[in-house]
């Protein structure tokens, strides 16, 4: 969904209103991308560094069982923000980091990025051109960069400004956020060169506990075909679909019966809401054959009623990736600690053993 052209890179615009999660799908792709390709990055937070180093970027970590050791050396976190206006600011910019050589460059948000300009002007969208200020630095690292940006009031499937943005841009994805559903959807509106329509449908889930409890980070639930929101395989309903519905219809935990959940799954997949029934059913299984959902049901239904499914086995899951995440980081810094005094232990070792062959040379003078 994020492209980039080896050795020239590539402009990318990201669009959603405020709330979107637009920040969040940035930083799930720049944690892939370091995590998948050992990538380095440079992140401009024109909106606040604090919020995005102190809570976002730890939350990310800790969901893959890491620290913020992790970014060392693989990503500088800015409060400065380059303006694209101004052309030295840019040289600038382009010179300080030059060493770094990054493969991604995140200017969050368009707006802090052209501070004192508008959107609505032709001269902004020149800003994306190959000959713009987005263009050079583009060209200076040969990295993708990304701009997060703004809808537009009247037309919310488009992004805020001039139609000259999206020409001068390899790619534009919409980023919406179903509030009914709590599902986060990254749409491709347009791809240089490449399809286009297609989606990635991510769940929101927050950090269930510890300092950084109740911070929100994505996971993503599935891939959606250009134009593919019905689609044909109607029964075919997996674990990571029924987790993520249940955290929308429990947030606070509880139990839930199967038609609000068939109900749930229907209208955050496209598929037909007896169908999904059917297939939620036949998945419980029974205690001799369990199926792929039988741990999600606390207990049968009574007289025949429809069974009960609950956000324990959720909650549990996500527990224990938690604890399975901060035992490897544990691991890793005891595995530190032994090197370090194996080290300290050496070096002691051949300092004491210098003075001996000193003297046994003397005496045999």
Known sequence: MIPRIP????VILISGNSGSHKTNVVLSYCMDAIWDHNARIIYAAGEGKRGVGKYRLPAHALNRGKTNEFFKGKLRLLNNMPLLTLRDDVAEFIEVHKSFRPDIVVLDTLATAI?????????????????????????????????????????????????EME???????????????????LRCHKMKDGPSGHSVEFAVRPI??????????????????????????EKKIDAAAVE???????????????????????????????????????????????????????????????????????????????????????????????EIAAKAAADLTHTQAEPMVDSVSEERQ
């Open 115 to 163: 501070a004192g300009s508008s959107v609505n002007e032709e001269k902004t969208a020149a800003l994306l051109a190959a000959t713009g200020s987005v263009g050079q630095i583009q060209s200076a690292f040969g990295c993708t960069v990304i701009i997060p940006c703004h809808n537009g009031r009247t037309m919310q499937d488009r992004l805020k400004g001039c139609t």
């Open 208 to 233: 269930l506990s510890g300092p950084l409890s109740g911070v929100p980070i994505l996971e993503r639930v599935r891939v959606i075909p250009a134009g593919d929101y019905a689609k044909k395989d």
């Open 167 to 185: 020409g001068n841009a390899f790619a534009v994805l919409l980023v919406d956020h179903d509030e009914g559903t709590g599902s986060v959807v």
């Open 7 to 10: 050795e020239e890179g590539a």
């Open 244 to 338: 993520a519905a249940l955290i929308v219809l429990l947030p606070k935990g509880g139990e839930t019966r199967t038609a609000a959940l068939a109900k749930q799954l229907s209208e955050s997949t496209g598929k037909k809401e007896n169908a999904v029934m059917m297939a939620l059913q036949r998945g419980i299984g029974t205690r001799d054959t369990p199926g792929p959902f039988y741990n999600f049901v606390v207990r049968s239904g009574p007289d025949g009623k429809q069974p009960v499914w609950s956000m324990d086995k959720v909650l549990d899951d996500r527990r224990n990736e938690q604890a399975e995440g901060k035992q490897r980081v544990k691991n890793w810094a005891a595995e530190v600690e032994e």
